[in-house]
């Protein structure tokens, strides 16, 4: 197999790109830097385009590693043929290759290899020719013998038969018809091991559906209910479809004596030995999709997690909420410093509220506190009410922000946070911590294992090792794309820097207290394990603000210092408008809006009817007076406006004028000349310009920053029609949960999510993103709350609500019997029954209980449109809304 062609496919990218990208992945150079300083080479092949190639090239490597094993195997035993050769050599699967083995493979002790230690090879091959005209009993005769083990006709002809059906079971284009007929035709089901048990399974209590149209939701849903005993699940296959195709294939001709023998061997060898196998390896086969499924949506949900803005220059207060042991808080400052922390008791059982808002007020007055970070975990509910009642009675103005503590606990019981706050006890760290989500979150985050940031569905059923990889390369994507601060980064975020270690992170925290700060970036080559290939990696990645060389705070890779001062003498540049640039950059930062305000519930919008893309046209301008005052009228001119002024503000960010406009200053058609000149590539010439026009940019300053609040609502306050806007907390295969400020994330369906057809949720929106949404219905005994994206007439709305509340239907039933192979008298029974000798051979396997079922016909119309073919509907979807049972992090 050509690995590079069979990439080039996959990923749909050129083959020099492939060549490129493997001899620099096999150099040892990191994804981060070659997604980044090597753009000519790859072709600007990204992150993620990378990390999938680096995958299936491991994948092929070890598929071209195990096909060699086989090889030499085969012909180890001196059984190696051309065709079986050929068939090994263009097997692209894992699973083709093992197939193809099978019959090679050394084996346990079976019935077949028992049989065949007994010298019932010979009878075997008798029953194979089909070409016997005696009674079987008489042929199976000849093989008796008490010595061996063979005492009657009856046990040889039951071994015969058991090495004929390995032999069929073996056959590896058997195998393949029917490990394809069965997914293409076959049914996955599940039904309840008790049916009276009470679950968040009871959805798939009476469950099919096409094995090709599972999702992979449903699949992770299915195995977890069947792990915890709640659900049995099994494939049923076209059974008779593939006893005839095995008949077919193994009867020569329509022998009389023969013709049964081989149907039942066909029979007992799918039954006994294929179809467990089969169905054991296409449940492995559809876990394996639904995990990476999942492991993707992790990713991406994780990526909007950690790149969400960080808030810069304030003084946060965090809030780690509790009952009994009160509440922990921490006050950091600006830089992330803890200042004080304070154990509150403002919940149950003391409710010494007023003491705690006097404590509070004396806290927020010391430290000039600005901003209340408040973990979203146990009595927060009880703590934001007290934070809200807090604010009201205050001079100044103090907001507060619900901060997902996922993995807060973890981390304040780490090693890690012992080392860094060995005074304070784990619920000051916690509270620590909160606050630093706040201020920046990449930070903080990647100090927890990513596996415990509640972002994911299953996380703890799938692949932990599969998972934890794809996580740690999302992390240190997301860590190099931002960049660190070399004088001030943690060991655990300089680890996850291209290129560095565990140890050398230690290394160069130890360096930077015993030298002080780092002056330059050349300076990392003195700290210990820290050699030319590593600095190569990490070297652009590091930033070093005030330092000597201003290049040092971009991300300029110093193997480009020489072309960007080439390039900054011919545009007039000096590193003193550099410097500039950078502190005006930074003084932007601080003065940025720190998130976005809190908005009440408010009705819907009317749609405008008519939109004039132009006025000043004479046609634009005719409609606008005609329809003047009427509000059925919307024109792009104030869009346009606010583009412009948008763009002059961006502008205004980036910098001295020096700098602010280098983009102008050399054209498109320059920049191929100027490249060739600085001994540069023209996308690394891009690169440079844009890092001097705005230095220290950070990718993360675009992302949507988190809704501050200054007032609570309640679950009961909600009504169906309300509008309001929210977060999103977490992205799954069937929708995403949206927190709208009331303790209980509200769910959004992927068919309300637009009016567009998208294939996963991830289309239309990301973690972080701050969206209007309108209530559907609220179940208050349930705490579920259904919500869409898709803003209608209120009025409607709550009609529609009302109506679901007070009718409920539970699906009708109608049972159906599984189809199975007609059952017949063993052969083995006869000749036993003619020798007057008691057996009881192996039986074919039974047929499968009566299943529950609900027609087409039973369906509502309503219904019919939410639910996929095949699947019959539950009491959980009705008008494409579905109520998902469980935490919606997992």
Not at 200 to 229: D, Q, S, T
Not at 278 to 305: C, H, M, P, W, Y
Not at 594 to 603: D, F, I, L, S, Y
Not at 849 to 870: D, G, H, I, Y
Request: with cysteine; aromatic share 4%; charged share 30%.
């Amino acid at each position: 197999m050509d690995i590079v062609l069979k990439i080039k496919e996959e990923l749909n990218v050129e083959k020099w790109q492939v060549e490129a990208a493997v001899k620099l992945i096999d150099e040892g150079n990191t994804i981060p830097f070659i997604s980044r300083y090597r753009k000519e080479v790859t072709g600007s092949l990204n992150d993620e385009q990378l990390r999938n190639l680096d995958e299936r090239l491991k994948y092929l490597r070890s598929l071209e590693e195990r096909r060699e094993q086989v090889l030499a195997s085969i012909e180890e035993q001196g059984k190696m043929t051309d065709e079986l050769r050929a068939k090994i050599v263009a097997a692209e699967t894992m699973v083709a290759i093992e197939d193809l083995y099978l019959p090679y493979r050394p084996k346990r002790k079976t019935r077949a290899s028992i049989a065949r230690e007994k010298g019932l090879e010979g009878l075997a091959e008798i029953l194979l020719a089909q070409e016997t005209t005696k009674p079987l009993a008489e042929e199976a005769a000849a093989y008796v013998d008490a010595e061996k083990g063979v005492n009657d006709a009856a046990e040889a002809l039951q071994g015969a038969m058991d090495i004929i059906a390995e032999d069929v079971s073996d056959n590896a284009d058997f195998r393949t018809y029917i490990r394809e007929a069965t997914m293409e035709q076959g049914i996955l089901t599940s039904k309840a091991k008790d049916e009276k048990a009470q679950s968040v399974y009871e959805m798939y209590y009476g469950y099919e559906e096409p094995i090709k149209k599972v999702l992979g939701h449903r699949v992770l849903a299915l195995n977890r209910g069947e792990a915890e005993k709640f659900l049995v699940v099994k494939i049923e296959a076209p059974e008779e479809q593939i006893l005839q195709y095995l008949n077919k294939k193994m009867l020569k001709n329509d022998n009389p004596i023969t013709t049964p023998v081989i149907e039942e061997i066909n029979q007992d060898a799918y039954e006994r030995l294929i179809a467990p196998a089969i169905e054991r390896d296409i449940r492995n086969e559809l876990t394996e999709k639904a995990e990476d499924g999942a492991i993707s949506v992790f990713g991406k949900n994780l990526t909007q997690l950690l790149m969400a803005p960080p808030i810069a220059g304030k003084t946060v207060l965090g809030w780690d909420p509790a009952f009994r042991t009160g509440c922990k808080l921490a006050i950091v400052d600006a830089t992330g410093k803890v200042l004080d922390t304070k154990v509150i008791y403002p919940t149950a059982p003391q409710n010494k509220v007023e003491e705690s808002k006097a404590e509070l007020k004396k806290l927020i007055d010391k430290y000039d506190v600005d901003l209340i970070s408040v973990g979203n975990g146990t009595a927060s509910r009880e703590s934001e009410q007290v934070i809200v009642e807090l604010i009201k009675e205050l001079d100044k103005s103090v907001q507060y922000v619900i901060v997902n503590e996922a993995g807060a606990s973890v981390y304040s019981a780490s090693k890690l946070a012992t080392e860094e706050f060995p005074q304070f006890d784990v619920g000051q760290r916690s509270a620590a911590s909160i606050a630093r989500r706040l201020q920046d979150p990449l930070a903080e985050l990647v100090k927890i294992d990513p596996k415990s940031i509640g972002v994911g569905q299953y996380q703890h059923d799938m692949n932990q090792k599969k998972l934890g990889e794809t996580l740690e390369g999302v992390v240190e994507d997301c860590v190099n794309k931002v960049g660190v601060d070399l004088n001030t980064a943690s060991a655990p975020l300089l680890q996850y820097i291209s290129g560095i270690s565990k140890v050398i992170a230690k290394n160069i925290v130890d360096y930077r207290e015993e030298n002080g700060k780092f002056k330059s970036r050349a300076e990392l080559l003195n700290v210990p394990k820290l050699g030319p290939k590593a600095y190569e990696q990490c070297a652009g990645f590091l930033r070093i603000a005030d330092g000597e060389n201003p290049l040092d705070a971009t991300s300029v890779h110093p193997e480009s210092y020489e072309a960007t001062l080439k390039l900054m003498d011919k545009l007039g540049i000096t590193f003193d408008d550099v410097r500039a640039a950078q502190k005006n950059a930074a003084k932007a930062a601080l003065e940025k809006p720190v998130a976005a305000k809190e908005e009440k519930p408010r009705p819907p919008k009317k749609p405008k009817q008519v939109v004039i893309r132009n006025t000043s046209t004479a046609m634009g301008a005719a409609l606008a007076a005609a329809l003047a005052g009427s509000n059925l009228v919307a024109t792009d001119d104030d869009e346009v406006r606010t583009n412009k002024k948008n763009e002059q503000k961006a502008n205004d960010q980036g910098g001295a004028s020096a700098v602010g406009s280098l983009s102008k200053k050399v054209t498109e058609p320059e920049k191929k000349k100027l490249a060739e000149e600085l001994g540069i590539g023209e996308i690394t010439l891009t690169d440079i310009l844009s890092e001097l026009e705005k230095p220290s940019r950070d990718p993360r300053e675009n992302m949507p920053a988190p809704i501050l609040r200054s007032d609570v609502l309640d679950m009961k306050d909600l009504k169906p029609g309300m509008i309001l806007k929210g977060t999103v907390r977490n992205v799954i295969d069937f929708g995403c949960f949206v927190d709208i400020g009331v303790h209980q994330d509200g769910l959004v369906h992927i068919s309300h999510i637009t009016d567009k057809f998208i294939k996963h949720p991830l289309e239309a929106v990301s973690v972080g993103d701050i969206v209007d949404v309108q209530v559907l219905d609220v179940e208050l005994d349930k705490k579920r709350i259904a919500l869409t994206m898709k803003l209608g007439d209120p009025a409607k709305i709550a009609a529609e609500a009302a109506a679901k509340a007070a009718t409920r239907p539970a699906p009708k039933t109608e049972t159906t019997e599984k189809k199975t192979a007609p059952k017949r008298t063993s052969v083995v029974a006869q000749v036993a029954e003619a020798a007057g000798v008691s057996k009881k051979p192996a039986a074919p396997k039974k047929p499968a209980a009566p299943k529950k079922a609900v027609t087409s016909s039973e369906v509502k119309p309503a219904e019919k449109a939410a639910a996929p073919s095949a699947e019959p509907v539950k009491k959980f979807k009705k008008k494409g809304i579905v109520i998902f049972k469980g935490n919606a992090n997992e």
